[in-house]
């Protein structure tokens, strides 16, 4: 069954003279899920958000926001929240009055309050957005991609300059909005907070797609580390060798023998084979791949 | 257009928008000084600062008006400052990104903000001709007969006067929409929109006097400093509409086709 999608773009492309900024990208980002949207910088992800929110046309491609074409943004951008690029105010209002400013744009009312509460602010809202910090004007500016109950919202890294408890809160934050059946697109260099919130993930490098798709579907992709440590550092070379029989690239180092890369049933082979071989094994971990080690795998490697 | 005219509302109670107000008191006084305050026989040509009349002139019932008119360079000045900080700023802060997502329709966006700075200069004008009006009166002191200034055809002259320097600020005020949103830069609209005013506008009727009857700062400045002539004050009019629409539209069709980057 084809997944409902909230953005969907065929072929986008956009070109500054010679240079390629996004490359042909089919994306596809379903319904009421968070999806992260990663990539090193200049990899094309504010050019893509961009875009999406109708701020620069694309050179060729088309696609679909909300179920309405995207070169007709006036015709979706209404149903949509966004952060670009970093927080953007008048540093001479407040923060309520720059949400009003944004919500007078947007033909809404009513909304600024539960925005305000929702991100944290609202005890600094009638300062002027000059006084705030960073992680305070990123809350001002999740406040005002909330503002009119967007279905879609799209953030380009909205965790910047956010203290780890801003970061927690961003995060608790957004999978309540997908919870709630809101479509979060999020874009992020801190790959260890997409892995914490994302359902679906696309991998963006010098402006082609790298990976779509599910979260955990890439994170099987990469098998586990294991590491074995011996009861005696005398067992050292012969549990290598065990190691080795069981695939994998294998390593012997700081008293141990880590084996990468190796199949979902090897841990508990290498247990039974050590035992077999009268090797006790004082340690046996298996340590699952992060984000962000697939992550520079695959733009390292180049790899689909 | 009316979302956007809204939205602009809020921004325009910034400090900077009274500090805007107090300029253009501060220019008038400073230019009615030059213009009231002891008449010569003779009119003379101060330049930027204006048309000081001779004592007949002044006293006539169009008097006080033309002499509020000499405020129109400085005006300019002011009014190109102020837009440009508000559209270049919105480049600045990067705020025009989050502007475009709420109102998609950037020639409505544009025109909005636009409609909303004209209210804002209308009042600007409005209430600096409420201060400058008795003030003027005061400067030109006892030696200046101001009877007509205040009867029935110079309280005309007055409202007349304020019409045309609330067009004549309407006209640099298009004129500083177009520089800050081909520049998309508050200091380069301002020094570009400055000089043109001042010494490239200046020193092009010095070379070619005949000019002055086509470039768009010589308009607004007839317009605003009046005349005897009514039917050379309409056309006036229709040349300042005409440049001001030019740069209006030219402004929107930027606006409107160019990709938002900033």
Redesign the interface.
Known sequence: MPMDLAVRTVGLEKRYGERVAVEALDLAVPTGRVTGFVGPNGAGKTTTIRMLLGLIRPTSGTGEVLGRPLDRPAAYLERVGALVDGPAFYPRLSGRANLAVLERLAGTRGGIERALELTGIDDRADDPVGSYSLGMRQRLALAAALLGDPELVVLDEPANGLDPAGIREIRTLLRRLADDGVTVFVSSHQLAELEHVSDHLVLLRAGALVYQGLLSSLLARRAATITARPEHAADLEALARIASDGGGHVRVRDGAVSAAGAGPAASARLNRSAHAAGITLAELTVAAPTLEEIFFGLTEDGAR | MI??F??E???L????YLFGIAAVIAFMLITLVVSVTDPGPVAGDRGPAGLVLSRDGLEAADGLARSLGNVVTFLGIVVLALVSVNIG?EYR?????????????RGR?LLGKTMALFGYLAVTVVVTVAIAAPAAQLMAGPGVDTERWWGREGVAELMLGTGSLIAASWAWATIGVLLAVLLRSAPAAIGVGIAYILPVEILAVEVAPDAAAWLPGQLIVSLARGGDNAAAQAETLVGVASWATIALVGATLVFKFR???D
């Open positions: 979302r956007a809204r939205g509302l809020v921004k109670r910034q400090s900077t700023g802060f990067g705020t025009i990104r989050s502007s475009a997502v709420r109102l998609p329709f966006l990709d938002i980057t």
